[in-house]
């Protein structure tokens, strides 16, 4: 019997409760065929599949919401299984049902809205202290205590720590708020729709998730005023705007927690009878306490705390209702599998008040079957992330352009990301290269052909592109902090501008849209992506080896409609390139 889950389950995709899914298997060496289907943490209940020709069939309608598992048992006592943990694809056939590995079904309640701005947007990932000090004399604005500033823009990042390996002296270049206005016009020509900025709330440190007053802007930054001007800005512009919102944890120096006792408001530090006290959890009070990954300097939030939850995201007055009632576009969760569902969830009810507002969260896995602190998360089954940070598709993506995931693999884990989530979360993910938190691209992949052929693989694969900052510019760098030097104004990599801005140009055909059809298969070492849209046919080939590779027309495995795959030519591709070809349709 065969059976893959890519070209056998119809729809291929995530389905909303109560829709029906038909599954089919191949072959006719088998009397019976039961599926066995499990609602997540259930144990399997078997269907009688009914003959036809050719094999099986079976149509199941999930009638409530979340993840469902399935396999199959034959007639003469075997399984048939998924062949990799966690991935959809041809199945194999196993001796036990020990060995089954499951098929994901992600049955949501609804499928989310995307806002008309978000679908297809290009966004411009801001780490603001690292970008342009707007300031007409080049000053840095309110400098802070005990940190220091660079005697060059060109200095690398650099941290003073003591001796238990925590930062002492926080650096800063002096970028702020008005340095983005003014840069305005300049990354509205380069195609960014809109911006993504790291955390803008005044903090100690020079990323700023550690909070120390959710309503008022960092005086480095600018002020309200200076904000309001960047939002009218935008808008003006048609752009828009995404925040980070840190809600997890707070800064040990900040008027919630107040260890040092810079603020006048009584800190949950400082007494039992503090307001905030509630907000945090002692071992030992005062000074053992619950932190992010252990980090003193990040008192982390009670998950429970639902004085804190309002204090976010319980109406218009909230930290959430405030800042996007001044204009704020989106909100991108930092540490979402930290927060408690129920949280998420309150945060997206308060957004869903004010129109064409988007919430994304940062999930480094499969956010259909994110398991964290032994829970499921329901991110994708509505009513609560309406995308996600899509590092599983970098990290396939970064890989195959360095020669270090097959190509077979790259296809296999992209049809499973298709598979899994609701299609729009597939066609508009929040997709990045590189991000405050990874090594950048041009260190990760130092020879130009590589490097290339991974900004073109995500150019022509879905998801809305997010831009990190100097990443276009040829900025290097490891991890933080080195990943978070100042943007090389006046000495930009000519041949990364001229890649990214190719790139870009290459974004505006109609089949490279979100909504655009996608398939992709590998062949031979080789990956092809196709993309379609009503009038026009995309088809790119990526060459990842050191040898020209030969690309033929694909066999009907591939799963091309037949209109498709009559459609493409036998292509040379030379070795590190990429071919892409466009057909019109009539």
């Keep these: 019997m065969e059976y893959d889950s890519f070209r056998d389950r119809k729809p291929s995709t995530a389905v909303t409760v109560k829709t029906a899914v038909t599954l089919t298997l191949h072959g006719d060496d088998q009397a019976t065929v039961s599926l066995l289907l499990a609602k997540d943490g259930a144990d399997y209940d078997a269907i009688a599949m009914t003959r036809v020709a050719g094999g099986f069939t079976a149509e199941i309608t999930p009638p409530t919401p979340g993840l469902w598992f399935y396999a199959f048992a034959l007639g003469d006592g075997r399984f048939l299984s998924a062949s990799t943990a966690g991935f959809g694809g041809p199945a194999q056939i196993v001796a036990e049902l020990k060995q089954v590995q499951p ?34 004399d080049g000053r840095v604005l309110a400098p802070k205590a005990n940190s220091f500033l660079y005697g060059q823009l060109t200095d690398d990042p650099y941290y003073v720590k003591d001796a238990a390996g925590e930062v002492v002296r926080w650096d800063f270049y002096g970028g702020n708020l008005a340095g983005i206005t003014a840069k305005l016009d300049w990354l509205q020509q380069r195609g960014y729709t809109a911006l993504y900025l790291s955390p803008i ?30 939002v009218a800005g935008l808008h003006q512009r048609g752009m828009r705007l995404i925040l980070d919102g840190v809600f997890n944890h707070v800064g040990r120096d900040s008027r919630y927690f107040n260890a040092l006792g810079h603020y006048p408001t009584v800190g949950a530090a400082q007494s039992p009878t503090s307001p905030y006290y509630d907000w945090f959890t002692f071992k030992h009070y005062p000074d053992d306490y619950a932190s992010w990954w252990g980090v003193a300097d990040l008192p982390a939030i009670n998950k429970t705390s639902q004085s804190f939850h309002d204090f976010i995201a319980g109406g218009p007055d909230s ?45 480094w896995e499969d956010a259909s079957n994110k398991v964290a602190y032994g829970q499921r998360k329901p991110y994708l089954l509505g009513e609560s992330l309406q995308a996600v940070m899509n590092y599983p598709q970098r990290e396939l993506m970064v890989q195959f352009a360095a020669g270090q995931m097959s190509a077979a693999a790259v296809a296999q884990r992209l049809l499973t990301l298709q598979a899994n989530y609701p299609p ?136 091309l409609p037949p209109a498709l795959q009559a459609l493409l030519p036998t292509v040379l591709v030379q070795a590190h390139d990429q071919v892409l070809q466009t057909f019109t349709q009539s």
């Excluded at 903090?203 to 309503?215: C, E, G, I, M």
């Design 201 to 230: 709330f005044e903090a100690a440190s020079n990323h700023r998730y550690d909070t120390a007053d959710y309503f008022k802007i960092d005086p480095m930054l600018g002020d309200l005023a200076a904000f309001k001007a960047l």
């Design 319 to 363: 930290v959430i209702g405030y800042w996007t009632g001044l204009g704020v576009d989106g909100w991108r969760l930092d540490v979402v599998d930290e927060l408690d569902t129920a949280f998420v969830a309150q945060i997206r009810q308060l957004l869903d008040q004010y129109p064409d507002r988007v919430l994304i969260g940062e999930v």
């Design 424 to 559: 729009a979360v597939f066609a508009y993910n929040f997709t990045s290269l590189g991000t405050h938190d990874t090594q950048r691209l041009k260190t990760l992949l130092p020879e130009a052909a590589q490097l290339r052929q991974a900004v073109l693989l995500w150019t022509v694969l879905p998801g809305n592109r997010v831009i990190y900052y100097g990443d276009e510019a040829g900025l290097t760098g490891g991890r933080d902090p080195q990943n978070r030097k100042y943007y090389p104004w006046g000495h930009e990599d000519a041949t990364s501008m001229t890649l990214y801005a190719e790139a870009t140009h290459w974004r505006q055909l109609p089949a490279l849209h979100g909504a655009a059809a996608f398939w992709t298969f590998a062949m031979g070492t080789g990956l092809v992506i196709v993309r379609q849209s009503a009038a026009q046919v995309v088809v790119a080939y990526f060459n990842p080896t050191t040898e020209a590779l030969l690309f033929s027309p694909p066999a009907p495995t591939a799963g």
């Design 103 to 136: 098929y994901q079904l992600t049955v949501a309640a609804s499928f989310d809205a995307m806002p008309t701005w978000y679908q297809d947007a290009q966004i411009y990932h801001i780490f603001v202290d690292r970008f342009n000090n707007g300031t007409p």
